[in-house]
Each structure stands twice: as C-alpha cells, then as structure tokens.
C-alpha cells in the first residue's frame, strides 16, 4: 500500500536531533509530489526506551511546523503498536492520544495568531558554514557601509539540539526580508545549514510572487542537491572580495528596495532603454555585456532583472 518506505535507523539518545533528522529526510524525497500521506510508529520508543510523550509531541510540532512552510505533507498518521491482548488500545494510550489532540489544539491556535503577524524584524538572515565565516564578514561589511542601521541576523552558536528548534529558526525567517546562503561544499556537508535551507525553501513558495531567498554560490564545484540549484543564486565562485562585495550591493539594493511604494519603482523603471534578463550561472558573462553597454553610452538606462532572486 506504500509507494516508498523510509527506514529510520538512528543511535542516538537525543529525541529532538531524531526528528530534526527525519524531516530532513522527507524533504529530499518531497519535491517528488504535492501530496505526500505519511505513516509513522512513535520513533525509537520500543527497545530503544526513549519517553514516548516526549516523542510524540517533537513529531507532532516537527511536522505540524514543516507542514506550515511548506512541505507537502497533508497527513502524518502516528501508529501505535498493540499486540492484541490486554486493555483496548484506546485504553492502553488514552494518556497520549489525549496529549496529541490538546497538541494539535494548541498548534491550531499558535497559527492562527501567527498569520496577523507579518512585519519584517530582520533585513537580512544569513547562513554559511563556521568555516567560511570570513566570506560573510566581507559580506556584511559592504552592506553595513551602505546603512550602518541595517538589521542582520545569524545564528551565530550551533542550533540547540535537546528540544524542537525549527519553530523558532522558522519564525526568524518569516520575520526576514531576504534570506542568504552562502552555498558550498562546506555548507551542504553541515546538517545545520541545510537545515535552515531546507525551512527558507518551503517559505520561499509562499511569499505570493516576493523572492525571500538571495543565496550566494561559492564553490562551483560543490554538489549541490537539485533542489538547491532549482533556485536563482549569484555566482561567487571565482571567490576574490571584489565578487562578494558585488553580490552585497546587489542584495543590498534590493532590501532598499523594500521601503520603496510600487509606484516609485515603477517611474525609476520608466526610462529603463535595455531590460536585461539572465541566467545564474551566465552572470560573470552578463556582467561584461553590461558594462560595455554603460561603455558605449554611460547615460544608458538599464534595468538588470535581479529583482527576483
């Protein structure tokens, strides 16, 4: 009756780090389809002894949370095992299935009250490895020349692994304007920063037409899953500051962009001569056409479509 069977094997003792590690899991097999039915057991609460409260309140506000994003899950059906003999199951899990319903309840609220809330705390959420660190300094450095008051958030200690953390990082970035990752090798070998990725990739679907990622490709030759290439980046890979300081002011416009009313950008575009469309990995390329165009006639009015990210 499956279409696909997901085996989880896990030797960990940290209940929130086992469900962080199954919805990572879903997520490379939920770009397959919109209508994803999940069936699990209360994980790791058999011969691995883990409290099955506990578990069953990481996955139901794990899933609940993923679900809000924008994975396309529609159901995750929890499964309990009962070996026929003994009180009813309904008896034997009264105390959890009571628990699932108040958590479901309290979830249905919580989000409620979070859709009347959508204004922007943060200009910028950044992520990239610790090992690149230098890379985002530079980054950060020409777009806080350009405004000094610019509000940046990174999360700067390693996510907290001992209780659900997605809801807090995904509250974070709801209340970004742009979200920058810095992509490499590095970056997709580090279970948080795909994490994070994974939260910014299902928001970005439902920001009704505004771009919410702006990442940033460092390494040309890091194997990037084809979700992530699916997604517009600027090409940083030659890797010298003037590139990452190239890309900053790009991003920069655009979060300046944001204080501006529809109809100011629009007579800014009015007088636009050439609309210049391009690929992401043809950006270096588009780079030279523009500035022979502004050679030939530096009053020329152009308009590079980056607007979207």
């Not at 209508?35 to 099955?52: I, M």
């Not at 530079?138 to 001992?162: G, I, M, Q, W, Y």
């Amino acid at each position: 009756p499956f279409k696909r069977l997901m085996c989880f094997e896990n030797t960990s003792v940290n209940v929130a780090k086992d469900v962080a590690t199954l919805f990572r899991g879903l997520s490379t097999i939920s770009t397959l389809g919109n209508d994803l039915k999940v069936a699990s057991s209360l994980l790791k609460t058999g011969d691995s002894g883990n409290n099955r409260m506990k578990m069953l309140r990481a996955m139901t506000i794990g899933c609940a949370t993923w679900m809000a994003i924008g994975m396309p899950i529609t159901e995750l059906n929890i499964v309990l095992y009962h070996n026929g003999s003994g009180p009813p199951p309904q008896m034997q899990y009264k105390t959890l299935i009571e628990q699932f319903a108040k958590l479901k309840a309290d979830i249905s609220e919580l989000m409620k009250k979070e859709q009347l809330k959508q204004s922007f705390e943060y200009d910028l959420y950044l992520t990239y490895s610790p090992n690149e660190k230098n890379v985002a300094d530079d980054f950060f450095a020409v777009c806080n020349s350009h405004a000094s008051s610019l509000r940046v958030h990174t999360e700067r200690e390693p996510l907290k692994r001992d209780s659900p953390w997605q809801e807090e990082i995904c509250q974070k970035i709801k209340k970004s304007f742009k979200v920058v990752h810095f992509l490499s090798s590095l970056f997709v070998g580090a279970d948080d920063c795909i994490e994070q990725f994974n939260i910014s990739y299902y928001l970005n679907s439902k920001q009704n037409g505004r771009a919410l990622l702006a990442p940033l490709l460092l390494d040309s030759s890091s194997n990037l899953p084809n979700y992530m290439k699916s997604i517009q980046w600027i090409d940083c890979s030659r890797g010298d500051r003037e590139i990452i300081a190239d890309a900053a002011n790009q991003i920069f416009q655009l979060v300046a962009s944001k204080t501006k009313m529809p109809r100011e950008m629009a007579s800014e575009r009015a007088g636009i001569d050439v609309f210049i469309s391009y690929a992401h990995k043809d950006s270096e390329t588009m780079q030279k056409f523009r500035s022979y165009l502004l050679l030939q006639n530096p009053n020329l009015g152009l308009f590079v479509d980056s607007d979207k990210l």
